[in-house]
């Protein structure tokens, strides 16, 4: 589904991801997770089309879309500074982002569809700011999801919700995730977030991949 091959990106003399290559199939969770500064965020916008990268490939569902510009790849976009636009109700807020991908479908009835998949079907008149916290994220993901996206990215997606609030959203998103069954590359340096919610963790250093496999292997070997 998604195939990232030997992507490295240089900030001037900085080596920011250094020949990076890693596989998704269809229907992952997974995760990449390091310190910050290791070039998370990096890899996240190269495979958004938001960053050209200085060497490498990225192939989404059997295309090289390394050059394609954000719109002409159907990928949906949760990140920390992503936020909602806040002029916008909670409905147009999905709508905008429906015309923006040119979404091939009744738009209503996503928008009702994905509303409800993230129990916000009471608060479609709303505008972002009279929204909770959890509840602005909720919006975001049904946002990023009501297009159907080939895969979703999310950066950071529970930073700066209380430790309770995070618990219970890491569930919820993973529940949503399988339900709509797309494959969802997510970014953390919060060990504890990548174990409780991945099928596989990416391990990153410094741009390198350290190590790559699933929770239960990574972290209870010998
Ligand atoms: P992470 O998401 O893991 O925190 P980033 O991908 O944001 O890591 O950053 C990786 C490295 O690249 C860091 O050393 C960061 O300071 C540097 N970096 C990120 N963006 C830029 C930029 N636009 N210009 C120069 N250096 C950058
Ligand atoms: P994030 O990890 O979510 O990208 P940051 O605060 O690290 O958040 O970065 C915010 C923005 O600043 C990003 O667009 C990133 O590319 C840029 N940036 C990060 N580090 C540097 C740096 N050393 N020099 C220039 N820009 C940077």
């Given at each position: 589904m998604l195939e990232v091959t030997d992507l490295t990106k240089h900030y001037g003399s900085l080596v920011a991801v250094d020949d990076l290559s890693f596989r998704l199939e269809r229907g992952d969770f997974a995760t990449l997770l390091g310190p910050s500064g290791c070039g998370k965020s990096t890899t996240l916008h190269i495979i958004a089309g938001l960053l050209e990268p200085t060497d490498g490939q990225?192939?989404?569902?059997?295309?090289?879309v390394t050059t394609l510009p954000p719109n002409e790849r159907n990928i949906g976009l949760v990140f920390q500074h992503s936020a909602l636009f806040p002029h916008m109700t909670v409905e147009e807020?999905?709508?905008?982002?429906?015309?923006?991908?040119?979404f091939d479908g009744d738009h209503d009835d996503q928008i009702d569809r994905f509303?409800?998949?993230?129990?916000m079907a009471e608060y479609g008149d709303h505008k972002p700011t009279e929204l909770s916290g959890g509840q602005q994220r909720r919006?975001?993901?049904a946002r990023a999801l009501a297009y159907e996206p080939d895969i979703?990215?999310?950066?950071?997606?529970?930073?700066?919700?209380d430790r309770v609030l995070r618990e219970d959203m890491r569930n919820e998103i993973r529940?949503?995730?399988?339900?709509?069954?797309?494959?969802?590359?997510?970014?953390?340096?919060?060990?504890?977030?990548?174990l409780s919610m991945s099928d596989r963790i990416i391990v990153l250093d410094e741009g390198e991949k350290q190590q790559e496999g699933?929770?239960?292997?990574?972290y209870e070997k010998p």
């Open positions: 990225v192939r989404l569902r059997d295309e090289d807020n999905l709508r905008f982002g429906l015309r923006l991908q040119e509303l409800n998949l993230v129990q919006i975001s993901l979703l990215l999310l950066d950071e997606p529970l930073t700066g919700l529940k949503i995730q399988e339900e709509v069954g797309v494959t969802t590359l997510h970014v953390t340096h919060d060990q504890t977030e990548a699933g929770p239960t292997e990574l």
